[in-house]
């Protein structure tokens, strides 16, 4: 039975991989979308029920097509945004195949291309894309052991407050997943404790504009790399209820308990970091840098917006954080299930070729690898701050898509 062949073979049905494939159908590219699950998978299974884009509609989407039933200053649901994905594939004809896992990719010795090997058989592909996107796999720090009386589940398990055994929660990390979720489950009645450690926390809108408009205008999107100590700081934001600027002092005002960073655990016993105070103080001067950069856009700018000075009241710290807890007896505090909203770590161990690090970090620029055909989507600082949010999904598979078009272009002239 001969080989399937394809010119270029992209991994992962998710935005990245879309995206990849509309570039690739304009400019007349044969390609091929592999995806193990359903299109926009992590959206179905991966998300709590409540959640919704963490971007307004007119920001998170693709340029060629608008998120049907969502107003464009509203915030989609994880259920409108997997729709979005399964309409676009259909409308953009995108050849996927769902169900389908890639088992390996490995340079063919006469350097022709690659062998994939697949669930559903072998693949020959002059190009691979790797677009399995930064949400890999969950991490969870082998602080707590397991035992009986505690549930520990990672934010992408967590579904609603129903779901959880009667009884306290501690969530640990406060980027955008911890945040929303820990004030789900205060305002369903629950009793939390909130890890907070290093994070932006910019505002929801301001004079008129939602942030994202802000970060395009100051050009925050189109930043090469992160700041310097800051490449692990997370982002607290929420489209919830509307969309609102998350404030962590609104949540100690309402009875949530803010702790500092978990650190470590023994005989029942966690401790927390003594740096609550300094999380929520560089919190507070990352959203007043923003209002700054923001005012002083608009005068240079001449725009007439209007005027917000009560955004920039920030009220008096809780006791939480001016008297901090130093650490938590789970028993004694009741807590019966721990939600570990820590992040992703990324697994290219199918990826058998010669594009990584000596610590197994992708090498490339722009998502093309040291390994010629090879290439990366959908990664974290891929080319700029926005390259792993739907619009730079796009933007950057618009370049692959031109480096994949040069190469035949260059194959033919020789």
Known sequence: MPIETVDTLIVGG?????????????????????????????????????????????????????????????????????????????????????????????KHRDGSGFAVQTSHGPIHARNVVAATGPFQHPAIPPLVPAQPALTQMHSTAYRNPEQLADGAVLVVGAGSSGAQIAEELLASGRRVYLSVGPHDRPPRSYRGHDFV??????????????????????????????????DFR????????????????????????????????????????????ADAYVAREGLDLPREPQARQIGPDPDCVTNPIASLDLAKAGVTTIIWAT??????????????????????????SSEPGIYFLGLPWLS??????????????????????????????I
């Open 213 to 246: 408009w802000w970060l395009g205008v100051l050009g925050k999107w189109e930043m090469k790399r992160p700041p310097a100590g800051a490449e692990h700081v997370t982002i607290a934001v929420s489209g919830a209820n509307g969309g609102q600027t998350v």
């Open 250 to 293: 609104r949540f100690a005002t309402n009875g949530m308990s803010l702790v500092g960073m978990t650190e470590s655990y023994a005989n029942g016993v966690l401790t927390f970091a003594n740096d609550l105070g300094r999380n929520i103080a560089e919190g507070d001067a990352n959203y007043l840098s923003i209002l700054d950069e």
């Open 14 to 106: 998710g935005q990245a991989g879309l995206a990849m494939s509309e570039h690739l159908s304009k400019l007349g590219i044969e390609h091929l979308v592999l995806e193990r699950h359903r299109i926009a998978e992590r959206w179905r299974s991966e998300r709590w029920d409540s959640l919704v884009a963490n971007g307004p509609a007119w920001h998170d989407r693709f340029p060629s097509l608008e998120i049907a039933d969502v107003a464009p200053d509203d915030f989609a649901s994880k259920t409108d945004m997997a729709a979005y994905f399964e309409t676009f594939a259909d409308k953009m004809n995108v050849p996927v195949r769902c169900g389908v896992d890639v088992k390996s990719v490995e």
């Open 384 to 413: 700029m701050r926005g390259s792993s949010f739907i619009w730079g999904v796009w933007v950057d598979a618009a370049y692959l898509a031109d480096h994949i078009a040069s190469t035949h272009q260059r194959d033919v002239a």
């Open 343 to 368: 992040g992703f770590t990324q697994d290219f161990g199918w990826l058998k070729v010669d594009a990584f690090d000596a610590n197994g970090k992708p090498q490339h620029m722009r998502g093309v």
